[in-house]
């Protein structure tokens, strides 16, 4: 099972990346596949530590990979050198264990040495689940056809459609922006 997520990471110079995500995970490992070649690989390999956040507010994954917004507030942790997600609601704490290397994507698997809830989860309803489906395939932009691509938007936009707010709103006119310029290109 992968679960959407936004990781936070820290470089040696002190910046802090943040990235969507899908990540495997269990009770004792999270398991972390960033492309080649990614900010989030290299912090994983140079720092050696992320947090993992669970968050219900779909635009910091729609503003990131839109390139919309970078800068979303962040909480320092006492146990670790990277800060959460001011509004995640919940994380984990984790060190890489071992990384796997592989051509395109390798495999780092972190060890969980904290886990804490700050708000409930109630749960994502379509719209979310929509904006984060409409994300991930706004980061496939020119690895796969523009055809797939607007085809399971129009799909998405149904159920957006039927149970969005304003939040979602924001995000889908984020990613409708996003895809209407690459294809401009």
């Known amino acids: 099972m992968i679960h959407e997520v936004i990781v936070t ?8 990346h943040i990235a969507p995500m899908g990540i495997k995970m269990n009770q004792k490992e999270v398991f972390i596949s960033p492309f080649k070649p990614s900010r989030t690989l290299e912090n994983l390999i140079s720092q050696k ?17 839109c390139g919309i917004k970078k800068d979303w507030p962040l909480t320092d942790l006492k146990n670790i050198d990277v800060p959460r997600l001011k509004d995640a ?4 704490e984790t060190a890489v264990k071992e990384i796997f290397d592989d051509e395109v994507r390798p495999k780092v698997v972190c060890k969980i040495s904290n886990k804490d809830i700050h708000a409930p ?4 309803n379509r719209a979310q689940f929509s904006v ?16 797939k ?3 399971e938007v129009e799909y998405l936009k149904i159920g957006f459609d039927k149970t969005s707010g304003p939040k979602e709103e924001e995000a889908w006119g984020w990613i409708q922006n996003k895809i209407n ?3 401009k290109e």
Do not use: C, P, Q, W
């Open 181 to 183: 310029n690459y294809k």
């Open 49 to 65: 530590e992320a947090v993992i956040n669970f968050i219900d507010d779909v635009r910091i994954f729609a503003g990131i990979i």
């Open 9 to 16: 990471t820290k470089s040696t110079e002190g910046e802090v």
């Open 149 to 151: 691509i607007l085809k």
């Open 89 to 92: 609601n919940s994380h984990f």
């Open 121 to 124: 989860f109630l749960g994502f």
């Open 132 to 147: 984060i489906e409409a994300s991930v395939l706004v980061s496939r932009l020119g690895m796969i056809s523009m055809e």
